[in-house]
């Protein structure tokens, strides 16, 4: 856990620096990196990985649950209805998309469940969400977590220059890139670039996507418990819980955030520590990877991530062009 929080404390220093690195970003980097490096490589896969495999879970959760203070049920109905069914059309087309494209890639393991969960909700917080009832190897959630936060951040470069050639308003933009980019802080990034009006429309949408968060978690535990599968390390005959523990405090702090009376100091200092969490959570499974096995799936991999970014970024065009 000391080495996790180091790494953490590490890639703290390289957003404040250049801030145009996410912290999310440089946490995964450097945990990859972590695990490679010759000084570092056998403390990571050694002695301190009980302690990042702890970081890897427990905190990933604990993360996801304060993100659900993010979310206020008064924004996403203020949205409008055609807008909500948009968002829906977005989330579908590009889980089930993605998940056929990748079977059909002939990805191994959870690697298409956990690119296809990533790139339609919320990136990595997702991933962790439906690794946490799929029982997915920790080197495939590793995988798919460095390529949706690598394709979110080069999102926050490449669509604000799309903008104009796509003919797309402010407002419209921001609806854009709250549909079609994965994490909460690439979105803020992005739709910052067009201005205060892009950024709120941009939030609110992705905040909609958010909020699939749970019903995707329940459906992916729903097919497990139909297949017959149980996680790995729990009792033998026990299937997983239908909505996990993690996923029920999600919603209870969309119920909070919803009641309109929490104070603003305790929302901030709730999304310093979500993101603290999920950094050091992120550092954690990036000293997961292993690159010599990364290379030997990495190429289809990347090209599933590509194709699902096209899907995503693609519908959600549409959709917007449909509901503005």
């Known amino acids: 856990m000391a080495v996790a929080c180091l790494g953490t404390a590490a890639a703290w220093a390289v957003h404040r620096l250049v801030p145009a690195v996410p912290l999310l970003t440089a946490a995964i980097v450097l945990g990859i990196a972590a695990a490679h490096l010759p000084g570092l490589r056998g403390l990571v896969r050694g002695v301190a990985k009980p302690g990042l495999s702890l970081a890897g879970k427990r905190l990933m959760r604990l993360g996801i649950v304060l993100l659900g203070l993010k979310l206020s049920l008064n924004d996403v109905l203020g949205l409008g209805w055609a807008t909500v069914a948009m968002v829906l059309a977005v989330v579908a087309a590009t889980f ?145 819980a239908l909505v996990p523990l993690f996923v029920l405090g999600f919603l209870a702090m969309v119920a909070v955030r919803s009641t309109g009376g929490v104070p603003v100091s305790v929302l901030d200092a709730a999304q310093i520590a979500q993101e603290l969490l999920l950094a050091t959570a992120l550092f954690a499974l990036g000293s997961a990877v292993h690159l010599p096995t990364l290379a030997r799936t990495g190429g289809r991999v990347a090209a599933l991530g590509l194709c699902s970014w096209v899907v995503v970024a693609g519908v959600s065009y549409a959709g917007v062009l449909l509901t503005t």
Do not use: N
């Open 96 to 240: 089930f998309g993605t998940l056929w494209l990748g079977r059909r890639m002939g990805l191994r393991g959870d690697q298409p469940l956990l690119v296809a969960t990533g790139y339609s909700i919320c990136g990595a917080s997702a991933i962790g969400a439906v690794s946490e009832v799929s029982d997915s190897d920790k080197e495939d959630v590793a995988t798919s977590v460095a390529l949706v936060t690598l394709c979110g951040t080069l999102a926050i470069a490449v669509l604000p220059l799309l903008q104009y050639p796509l003919g797309l308003s402010d407002p419209q933009f921001g609806r854009w890139v709250g549909a079609g980019v994965h994490d909460v802080g690439q979105v803020v990034a992005t739709a910052q670039a067009a201005g205060p009006g892009a950024l709120g429309e941009a939030v609110l949408v992705k905040l909609m996507r958010v909020a699939m968060l749970a019903p995707l978690v329940a459906g992916v535990a729903v097919h497990i418990r139909r297949r017959g599968k149980a996680a790995a390390g729990r009792t033998e005959g026990r299937r997983p």
